[in-house]
């Protein structure tokens, strides 16, 4: 990652002169080597922090060449104390790299767990989406965020039964209960559910009416009547399929991995060539810095 600094005098301010429009097109022309730029969904620049902290903006990317020729990219309109770039675990995973049994969980924790799901989805209120997921040692209540999107939209579309694997943090409520706060959801089983419905009549096809508790069908438009065990079941077409689902970027945290950098994995520290070497020292002399 590389990171810019204020200076000084725009310390402390909330609003930062980086064109968002450059940033735009900064990350169309480095997709693959740079990551969450922007989220594609609504257009919004991710890579400056709104708070008043000395930091300007920060990329990160795949290498120190990518990031510095990334950075020279963008259009600032105010002064840069200095930049710096950090060999970084964001965008791995690394925080999720521990399965444990529900049991086990403790306050705080990031983890992943497998199970199955025991409590149907209810919605809070502000939209967001609670479902109870249990193994061989215990059951926990995954939360899915109203802001985490598509992870919010497959959670509200569980039924019990489902088997899911939930990633992400523990966090403790009153009375010693714990919820998983759901960063990645995969659907790795579904269930098969069942609507019943009224029976049409045998007479003209027309949908029938219940006549009351017990009582049988009645056809609303040639009045003839079925018996109360007529009532028909239909397999439900699912509205999810097997699969991993990701939050919108917008919404991640720091060190998830976005859905670009799948497949990608580095066990061993970059190669310190003396040509990739001069390309980074090359990229950065053109960074101007304040004096």
Not at 64 to 76: A, D, E, G, H, L
Not at 78 to 83: F, G, L, S, V, Y
Not at 202 to 220: A, H, P, Y
């Amino acid at each position: 990652e590389i990171i810019a600094y204020r200076t000084r005098e725009n310390i402390g301010t909330t609003t930062r002169s980086v064109n968002p429009d450059s940033v735009r097109l900064m990350d169309a022309m480095f997709r693959g080597s740079t990551f969450n730029n922007v989220d594609h969904e609504t257009g919004r620049v991710l890579i400056c922090p709104h708070g008043p902290d000395p930091v300007l903006l920060g990329i990160r990317g795949e290498d120190p060449t990518s990031v510095t020729n990334t950075f020279n990219q963008i259009k600032i309109d105010e002064p840069i104390e200095r930049a710096m770039i950090f060999k970084t675990n964001q965008g791995t995973d690394a925080h999720l790299s521990c399965h444990r049994k529900i049991k086990t969980l403790l306050p705080y924790q990031s983890t992943v767990i497998a199970g199955t799901v025991t409590g149907a989805p209810r919605v809070l209120r502000g939209g967001h989406v609670i479902f109870r997921t249990s193994d061989e040692t215990g059951s926990v209540d995954c939360a899915a965020y109203r802001a985490t999107g598509l992870v919010r939209e497959t959670a509200l579309q569980l039924v019990p039964g489902d088997s899911v694997t939930a990633s992400g943090g523990i966090h403790p409520r009153p009375l010693g209960v714990l919820t998983l706060n759901v960063e990645k959801l995969e659907v790795t089983g579904l269930v098969d559910t069942i609507r019943v419905e009224n029976p049409s009549c045998s007479n003209c096809g027309t949908r029938c009416e219940s006549m009351g508790k017990g009582q049988g069908f009645r056809c609303r438009k040639c009045k003839a009547r079925l018996p109360k065990t007529f009532r028909v079941e239909k397999l439900e077409l699912r509205k999810i399929t097997l699969g991993t689902y990701h939050p919108p970027p917008r919404a991640h945290r720091h060190l998830t991995k976005p859905t670009s950098r799948n497949g990608i994995h580095r066990d061993t520290p970059f190669e310190t060539k003396n040509d990739n070497i001069d390309q980074t020292l090359e990229s950065l002399v053109s960074i101007s810095i304040a004096s």
